[in-house]
T-cell receptor, first 113, second 113 residues
Framework: AQTVTQSQPEMSVQEAETVTLSCTYD???????LFWYKQPPSRQMILVIR??????QNATENRFSVNFQKAAKSFSLKISDSQLGDAAMYFC??????????FGGGTRLMVKP | DAGVIQSPRHEVTEMGQEVTLRCKPI?????LFWYRQTMMRGLELLIY????????DSGMPEDRFSAKMPNASFSTLKIQPSEPRDSAVYFC???????????FGSGTRLTVV
């Protein structure tokens, strides 16, 4: 079974600054996908970014980018120019070949004005 | 597209009562997942269906929990009898098998008193 670990229960960042959220995972598969989801207080699960394991290029979505290190099984999320609306819980998730999604424990991000 | 629709949004019930949570997946999606989110255990996969057939229910906590998908547009998660430790947010998600993209509903917050 796969496991996903987020070692930072809480992170804080100043508005307009950059923050990086960490995620590591354990798997013996070679074909998988990785995701970052955002969960604001409304509790809606919002897809932030996704990365295919077979792609070496790191995914980017506007202010959000990832640092995918396949050999190290690391998948961190960088948020640039942080905004107040970025404050939320962030979950790293692993999707296996059987289409089952496993989540990390989450990181609560606070953004200071 | 209305997205994945869950009802009710909130449910408060007394211990021992039967609770039924409902989910309508996105039209055309053929995989459906039920997740439970608690502070202690995070997001856990309870069960998932492909083409209305249960594929993996190993995450269902005990016999008090049951899930059905009578057709492609409707699924239920039932707890009978409910207990206070079942209090959680229950999410439904759907996808097209093989596309690697989940869409989550807004969740049902269940409180058992």
């Amino acid at each position: 079974a796969q496991t996903v670990t987020q070692s930072q229960p809480e992170m804080s960042v100043q508005e307009a600054e950059t923050v990086t959220l960490s995620c590591t995972y354990d798997t013996s598969e070679s074909d998988y996908y990785l995701f970052w989801y955002k969960q604001p207080p409304s509790r809606q699960m919002i897809l932030v970014i996704r990365q295919e394991a077979y792609k070496q290029q790191n995914a980017t979505e506007n202010r959000f980018s990832v640092n995918f290190q396949k050999a190290a099984k690391s998948f961190s999320l960088k948020i640039s120019d942080s905004q107040l609306g970025d404050a939320a819980m962030y979950f790293c998730a692993y999707l296996n070949a059987g289409n089952m999604l496993t989540f990390g424990g989450g990181t609560r991000l606070m953004v200071k004005p | 597209d209305a997205g994945v629709i869950q009802s009710p949004r909130h449910e408060v019930t007394e211990m021992g009562q039967e609770v039924t949570l409902r989910c309508k997946p996105i039209s055309g999606h053929n995989s459906l997942f039920w997740y439970r989110q608690t502070m202690m255990r995070g997001l856990e996969l309870l069960i998932y269906f492909n083409n209305n057939v249960p594929i993996d229910d190993s995450g269902m906590p005990e016999d008090r929990f049951s899930a059905k998908m009578p057709n492609a547009s409707f699924s239920t998660l039932k707890i009978q009898p409910s207990e206070p430790r079942d209090s959680a947010v229950y999410f439904c998600a759907s996808t097209i098998q093989g596309t690697r993209g989940y869409t989550f509903g807004s969740g049902t917050r269940l409180t058992v008193v």
